[in-house]
């Protein structure tokens, strides 16, 4: 089962501008995770937000949690070429004491040099 | 952050036969390991749920005799696709947590393997 849905599917921005991507969720969570995609590769963690924070930074990217609208925004700033890759937010499912990330359809970022 | 390996990164099999699938974590002994499944243009499935010394768990609808999962130590958990059908043909990924509830840490992945059953 998915638990998140990111939008847009698809972004296609200029080198230099800013990229926003959404993901909203169903159930109550205790953090949400943004990964990052290169084609045909693994997923790199971005950053975790738990939620009782309301906007977290790192770098470039800036993370924001609205838990009462159970969604969440990733903006990436200056974007560069190297950032191309396709963006998915995923939470934490408890089963027992097990979690399980559970991930969202994913944003595909094209960003043109 | 941790290093988790996954092997092999691609392999093309004959229908019928099985393929196994190795995903170690390399610096940090792994409580837990989950393995996805990634169609083209889609998100990760989660496949089951692995427990270093326990049975795995699998979400609804995953065959527990077509994929079987061992966990038999802290930094090797491995997939196994037996009697291959071309439609099993796809993107796997594994990935490897410090513990089990996600509270505090991302999950760490594997480079994933391309299978492709001819």
């Known amino acids: 089962s998915q638990q998140g849905e990111e939008d847009p599917q698809a972004l296609s921005i200029q080198e230099g501008e800013n990229a926003t991507m959404n993901c909203s969720y169903k159930?109550?969570?205790?953090?949400l995770q943004w990964y990052r995609q290169n084609s045909g590769r693994g997923l790199v963690h971005l950053i975790l937000i738990r939620s009782n924070e309301r906007e977290k930074h790192s770098g470039r990217l800036r993370v924001t949690l609205d838990t009462s609208k159970k969604s969440s925004s990733l903006l990436i700033t200056a974007s560069r070429a190297a950032d191309t890759a396709s963006y998915f937010c995923?939470?934490?499912?408890?089963?027992?004491?097990?979690?399980?990330?559970?991930f969202g359809k994913g944003t595909k970022l094209s960003v043109k040099p | 952050g941790a290093v988790v390996s996954q092997h092999p990164s691609r392999v093309i099999c004959k229908s019928g036969t099985s393929v196994k699938i190795e995903c170690r974590s390399l610096?940090?002994?792994?409580?837990?390991m989950f393995w996805y499944r990634q169609f083209p243009k889609q998100s990760l499935m989660l496949m089951a749920t692995?427990?270093?010394?326990?049975?795995?768990?699998?979400e609804q609808g995953v065959e527990k005799d077509k994929f079987l999962i061992n966990h038999a130590s802290l930094t090797l958990s491995t997939l196994t696709v037996t009697s291959a059908h071309p439609e099993d043909s796809s993107f796997y990924i594994c990935?490897?947590?410090?513990?089990?509830?996600?509270?505090?840490?991302?999950?760490?992945f594997g480079q994933g393997t391309r299978l492709t059953v001819v």
């Open positions: 995923a939470t934490v499912v408890y089963g027992g004491s097990q979690g399980n990330l559970i």
């Open positions: 990935s490897a947590a410090r513990e089990r509830a996600f509270a505090n840490t991302e999950a760490f």
């Open positions: 692995s427990n270093e010394g326990s049975k795995a768990t699998y």
């Open positions: 610096d940090f002994q792994a409580t837990t």
């Open positions: 159930t109550s969570i205790n953090n």
